[in-house]
């Protein structure tokens, strides 16, 4: 299904020379996306298909509800920067990004790794019963009562219901990441045309992948998920301040520094 040549492989990770080459041809770059996304993707779907009859109990359920708002809220963060933390090393690994600046890859990594956790997450979800693998097990909403922010809950579960109705294959997913992340118009960009000439290449081998599956329709449909994931992301932002300003020495103290560093 997906023939990934080999030989690309040492090349594009080792020496940025290629690196630097391949956003040139669309097809190695697509090819480089792909293996990162299959590389940093935490788990395959073709494994939890066997997972998915493993529920949290009542009593399981029951004690994520007993625990404090702000015990949930840095076990949330702790789990969450561990996905972030994924999404860092599946950017490194695509050619287009690694030739950015510093500074832009950080702040393409701010404004966009919680987005790409958000379409990762749709991997993990079963739309039959509409949970989510979290913690080794499939969690619905109920879970992540404690939180105390079932609005946003509510948003990411449609989210990801939403994402799983347009039946994605990995390939597509890891292009579509890629260019969440890769996103020209995000604020503070020192060079935004150098940004804006990656996205142009990632949207590119998007288009071209779609075509090839015959799935041209599919990007109005993207996005529009990315404006969807835009609002989410804000409602995060929002609910981070609000959480920073009741529990501010958890905030401060207890949240994992990457966490910290990319949401703060
Ligand atoms: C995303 C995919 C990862 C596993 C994973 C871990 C934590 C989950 C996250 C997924 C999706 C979003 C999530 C999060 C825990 C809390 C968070 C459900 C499934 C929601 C949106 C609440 C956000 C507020 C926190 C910052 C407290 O492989």
Not at 38 to 48: A, G, N
Request: with cysteine.
């Amino acid at each position: 299904q997906d023939r990934t040549p080999q030989v690309l492989q040492p090349m594009a990770s080792a020496y940025s020379f290629a690196g630097e080459l391949s956003f040139f041809f669309p097809d190695e770059l697509c090819a480089s996306i792909v293996r990162s996304h299959r590389e940093t993707s935490q788990c395959r779907v073709e494994d939890l298909q066997a997972l998915r009859w493993k529920l949290f109990s009542r009593e399981e359920i029951q004690a994520y509800q007993n625990k404090s708002v702000d015990e949930m809220w840095q076990h949330c963060a702790i789990r969450l920067t561990d996905a972030v933390q994924y999404v860092v090393e599946f950017a490194k690994h695509i050619p287009g990004f690694r030739i950015l600046s510093q500074n832009d890859q950080i702040a393409l990594l701010k404004m966009g790794s919680m987005e790409v956790v958000l379409v990762r997450m749709s991997r993990l979800f079963n739309t039959e019963n509409n949970t989510v693998f979290f913690d080794g097990k499939f969690a619905g909403t109920e879970v992540f009562k404690s939180l105390a922010c079932g609005d946003l809950i509510t948003a990411v579960f449609d989210f990801a219901h939403g994402m799983c109705a347009l039946k994605l294959t990995e390939q597509q997913i890891a292009l579509f990441s890629a260019l969440v992340l890769i996103n020209a118009d995000r604020p503070c960009l020192e060079d935004r045309g150098r940004v804006q000439r990656v996205q142009r290449s990632v949207e590119l081998g998007l288009t071209h992948i779609l075509h090839r599956d015959n799935q041209d329709s599919l990007m109005h449909k993207l996005y529009q998920r990315m404006a969807v994931l835009r609002s989410l992301c804000g409602l995060h932002m929002e609910k981070l301040r609000w959480f920073s300003q009741r529990y501010p020495l958890t905030a401060h103290s207890l949240f994992p520094p990457l966490y910290k560093e990319l949401f703060a």
